[in-house]
């Protein structure tokens, strides 16, 4: 069985070695201080060789990366030969997450707020057994929404539309909205647009994924029906589910009775 790893931790003499792939934290005043994530990006190859992941049975990398609680992560598997498939696992194996084509076109992304500190697998895979070069790529997840949040009321609809100088933090073209939820109320958000296949996401105050949609609004529009459990700003990224689609849109987002 072989296995590439992101991160080895060497226990010696009670210090641990980084190596590649995350940023150990320094001691200070006798306590760990976790240094920022630096990100990773790893290209490989999958090919007949490789062990079969046990869920698809297909090829498979597995990767190790050290994770650091409550921080929110993006995991990206991107190929142009294959339909890329992520799963991430804790250090036990037990899986958390996984993910086909979030990533766009067929490329895999998993969103992940850790629930723990410490090593998290990484298993890259593919969906339909083909074989291929790929790119993983793993940061932090750092969420930057509008200077005031705007409120909701009966309802808000935003005219947007999507240039090529829109980048997002997924690397996607896209626009932010940030808005005001009460708790316990139930909202619809729409996205519908003539000429790109919408997607939505939202995010809350911390930056944590909490919903996202693709083709639920029929056609290629997109809806996200969310139940706020807190009061707060959450954050709407609209884009769309190819990386590099630009045109007009319209966003509607209201309670729903």
Partial sequence: MRFTTLAIVVLASLILVPQAGYSQGKKKAGKDKEAAFKPVEINGV???????????????????????????????????????????????????????????????????????????????????????????????????????????GDGIEIKGQIANTDKSVLNKLGKIYSVNLKAGQTYTIDMASGTIDSYLYLFDSKGNKVAE?????????????????????????????????????????????
């Fill in 46 to 152: 999958l090919d007949d060789k490789d062990v079969n992941d046990p869920k698809l049975n297909h090829p498979s990398k597995k990767f190790t990366v050290k994770l650091v609680k409550d921080k929110t992560y993006v995991i990206d598997m991107i190929s142009e030969d294959f339909d890329a498939y992520l799963r991430l696992l804790d250090k036990g194996g037990a899986q958390l997450a996984e993910d086909d084509d979030s990533g766009g076109n067929q490329d895999a992304r998993i969103f992940y707020t850790a629930k723990e500190t410490g090593d998290h697998q990484i298993v890259a895979t593919t969906f339909d057994g083909g074989l291929g070069k790929f790119t993983l790529k793993v940061a932090e997840f750092n969420l930057k929404g509008e200077a005031k949040a705007r409120d909701i």
């Fill in 213 to 257: 949609d693709d083709d639920s609004g029929g056609n290629q529009d997109a809806r996200i029906v969310f139940r706020a459990e807190a009061d707060g700003v959450y954050h709407i990224l609209a884009t769309s589910f190819e990386n590099d689609e630009t045109g007009e849109f319209s966003l509607n987002i209201r309670k729903k009775e």
